[in-house]
């Protein structure tokens, strides 16, 4: 559908999740959006990590890659977004402007993964709602065009994930954000792995959040053990429901209540992902 598209549009923007902003960024987009002007837009700041996007907005610009910071529960950054377009279409524009075409319109491609954000960034833009949003992926089924005013229209894509994955991070990253849904992996395991990537990132949210002490030698699944006993969640036989604790701790990670999280860190190496530690920190074997 973007690659039937594509030649209808004047640009494309590119809406990446700020907390995972290497992990939520399609590499079939480049090849199919080739040759169009790219906007990308760091959605969900508000969740992320306030240090850690700056870096990365730093990095994309040095690369020449235009960027917007936003958030769509409350519409930060987004009344900047016309401009962000006209300027990057600033060369365009004044051409339309030498042959008389001075009100012809902007059409932009709104692209990006499953459960990014795409449709509640339109619905703010265009100030109504005009797409349909769930916090599940996958809702976005067909394409549509949405008029944000008597200059710019968008085309929203559905969220598009490419079919395997090279980088087990880069899965469970997307995994842990909801952009893969949840019935097609192991909790307990995720759950684990997230836990142990906190430890190594944010330990004072998980010790806060959770009251638990952490082990220089704990691995994930301590930790969520822990913090299931803390929680009271306990089954038949006096062990420790592990299942319910990795929901628990996926659903209040995605709805930011363990503190602004950036689960990756921008390095000049081409917008390579680096944890401040070990490189491959998660584990993938349950205890």
Known sequence: MIEENIRMVDAVCEIIDARVPYSSRNPDLDRITAGKPRLIILNRI???DPGATKQWVAGFRADGVATLETDSK????????PTSVRSL??????RYASKG?????????VAGIPNVGKSSFINRAAKRKAAETSDKPGVTRGKQWISLDDRIELLDTPGVLWPKFDDRSVAENLAFTGAIRDEVIDIETLGANLMLLMKELYPIFITRRYKIEIASDANG???L????KNRGMIISGGEYDLTRMA??????????KLGRVTLERYSSNLGM???PTDPNPLQTTKR
């Open 46 to 48: 508000d969740q992320a």
């Open 74 to 81: 409350s519409g930060q950054g987004i009344g900047r977004f």
């Open 89 to 94: 279409l600033s060369e365009k524009l004044a």
């Open 101 to 109: 075409q001075v009100g012809r319109k902007i059409r932009v491609m």
């Open 221 to 223: 699944f301590d930790l």
């Open 225 to 228: 053990a822990q913090a299931a």
């Open 247 to 256: 929901a628990v701790l996926l659903d209040e990670f995605r709805g930011g």
């Open 273 to 275: 992902h680096l944890t």
